[in-house]
């Protein structure tokens, strides 16, 4: 087992939590990393009691700091190198169960509205699904507008953008957006013209009564895992080249230029942006727009696959939540003489994470202490 001498001295100890280094109210660090010696080292260890727990105290060099770790907070950073790379970054694909309609059959993540608000245990069931699959279903939710923006507010907070705090789904006169027609919509993430996107959606059915409109959604984390495999060439050129996406009407001007596939600093998927309604023109040498548009060509046939996709059919009370970094959604076209109205919202992941986190401190048992922590002389 690693002692703390064995560890880098800055880096250890950066995460000192004594009360001369942290705020004990709320855990924040009181020093800047300019305010440590640059010398520093350990002068002495000894083995001690950490909050109960075996732990050890070390003695600091040139000032004399004395700071305290448990043997479980040390043991399982052995290396931190490796502790970085594996680290949990809920947005990647490291954190997620990839799924094809087949695997959901029959096993839609789902919870009636009045249990999610009475139990917290069927709460925390729902926004894992969210944070782990992309979505869930919420069934009766009361049938009444501005609804969909009480949900969001059980896990997060409302993200208003141009088309407000929420957003009608139905056909308007003159829509300044596809979304709001009858029209069939294919497999899209929205507002990939914004920076930073809304990385949550929310749609409400209020009213479906329309021949057609039924609703699809389909994983693009698995429609990129599956490019990576069966062309591994093209999904570099996705993950490279900047896309130039925009939106324009009377009121509004956006523009973002992003990867159709973002992956982080390890290579792991962590975000699609897939919109050709808001795909701009590429300015690029020919060799890269031909490299690109046949990688474009061939994820966009890969979201087309059959089996990726998951259709059903949101009925008045369902209450959708899904998110828009990962699932690409779409609906049938349906006939404009008929019923349809959903209303929308746009949240973020990292409140759901923050409720997520929550409800598992808050849990029996759950409550969850830093093993880091104890005092320092």
């Not at 929420?166 to 300044?176: A, L, Q, S, Y």
């Not at 920076?195 to 479906?208: A, E, G, I, K, S």
Request: glycine fraction near 8%; charge should be negative; aromatic fraction near 8%.
């Amino acid at each position: 087992m690693s002692d703390p001498a064995s560890l880098p001295s800055a880096w250890l100890r950066d995460n000192c939590r004594c009360a001369r280094c942290r705020d004990p109210r709320n855990g924040q660090k009181l020093f800047q990393i300019t305010d440590l010696p640059r010398d520093l080292a350990v002068s002495t260890q000894s083995r001690t009691t950490v909050d109960g727990a075996p732990g050890w105290e070390v003695v600091w060099e040139p000032d004399g700091h004395v700071s305290a770790y448990t043997e479980a907070w040390i043991a399982g950073t052995q290396d931190p190198g490796l502790a970085a790379a594996d680290a949990g970054d809920d947005r990647t694909e490291d954190a997620k169960t990839l799924w094809t309609a087949a695997d959901l059959a029959g096993a839609v993540p789902a919870a009636d509205w009045s249990d999610y608000l009475r139990d917290p245990d069927t709460r925390l069931r729902t926004l894992e699904a969210v944070a782990r699959l992309g979505f869930a279903v919420l069934r009766g939710v009361p049938v009444r507008e501005g609804q969909v923006t009480e949900v969001a507010r059980t896990f997060g907070f409302v993200r208003e953008t141009n088309y407000g705090r929420i957003f009608e789904v139905r056909v308007e006169e003159t829509p300044n957006n596809l979304a709001f027609t009858s029209e069939r919509i294919g497999p899209h993430t929205d507002n990939p013209y914004r920076d930073p996107v809304p990385t949550l959606q929310l749609l409400h059915c209020l009213v479906n009564s329309a021949e057609g409109g039924d609703s699809g959604l389909v994983d693009g984390f698995t429609a990129a895992a599956l490019l990576r495999a069966e062309d591994p060439a093209a999904f570099d050129v996705l993950t490279r080249t900047p896309v130039p996406f925009s939106f324009a009407d009377a009121t509004t001007r956006l523009s973002a230029h992003r990867p159709t596939v973002g992956t982080d600093a390890h290579g792991r998927i962590r975000e699609i942006r897939f919109n050709n309604r808001s795909t701009g023109t590429l300015r690029l040498p020919a060799a890269g727009i031909e490299a690109f548009y046949a990688a474009y060509r061939s994820f966009a046939e890969i979201l087309l696959r059959p089996g990726l996709r998951l259709d059903f059919r949101l009925t008045p009370g369902d209450c959708l939540i899904f998110d828009n970094t990962r699932l690409l959604h779409a609906r049938t076209a349906f006939a404009s003489s008929g019923g349809r109205h959903l209303q929308g919202c746009y949240a973020d992941l990292d409140g759901l994470f923050s409720t997520i986190a929550v409800l598992h401190h808050d849990r029996p048992g759950g409550a969850g202490t830093d093993p880091r922590r104890g005092a320092a002389a």
